[in-house]
């Protein structure tokens, strides 16, 4: 094991551990560092969550098109689904089961994160992916082992995003159904690939829903 993959940096932010109520892995895209997730947290405004944010050594989780061939981004495929791991471990030794936490990610962080979620039985409270979507060809099906029912997620993304073929957030979106999810699929016009105003403002009624939830 690599020690990119053993030891990956995890910045924390957000509400005091005491009070927060949500945990929420935040993992940025290509080219972005763990001050654009900061920016997107101000955006979505959840006063009552704890980030906790691995940080890509190099700018990105993977080298390739995100449906190349899945040895294609190969190992550094492995080192990011490693990352997920270990910070899903500090989250817990943080004291928030996965029922208290959500899986927020954009662009590569999104896809890696969906992977991790097609590959893993484990539900989580809620996921938000942006711009993303699990890796390997099109036309190439995730799959179901494990349920998410009635678990709020939202897929975002712009209806000709040049990076995210639409195809593969609609199989992902198929995906997280087929596990009973209840998936919102916000397609925004245009083709900046960004985080748009009505996708932040979903991420922010999903992490109200499952503060709710917590609390209930």
Partial sequence: ????ASRPVIERWGAPLNLATTAVLAMHGRGQDVADMRALAARIGEPRAAYFAPVA???GWFPNPLTDPIDANQPELDAALQAVEATLTQITWSGFAPARTVLLGFCQG???LAHHIASSRMPFAGAVLLAGGYLG????RAPIEGRW?????VLGVAQDDPEVPMER????ADALWRRGADVELVI????D????AEQAAAAARLLARVRADVAA
């Fill in 1 to 4: 094991m690599t020690e990119r």
């Fill in 57 to 59: 050594p190099e700018g």
């Fill in 110 to 112: 999104a896809s890696v």
């Fill in 137 to 140: 060809p099109v036309g190439t």
């Fill in 149 to 153: 029912d009635g678990r709020p997620v």
């Fill in 169 to 172: 957030v609609e199989e992902t």
């Fill in 188 to 191: 925004s016009p245009g083709a």
């Fill in 193 to 196: 690939h960004l985080v748009f």
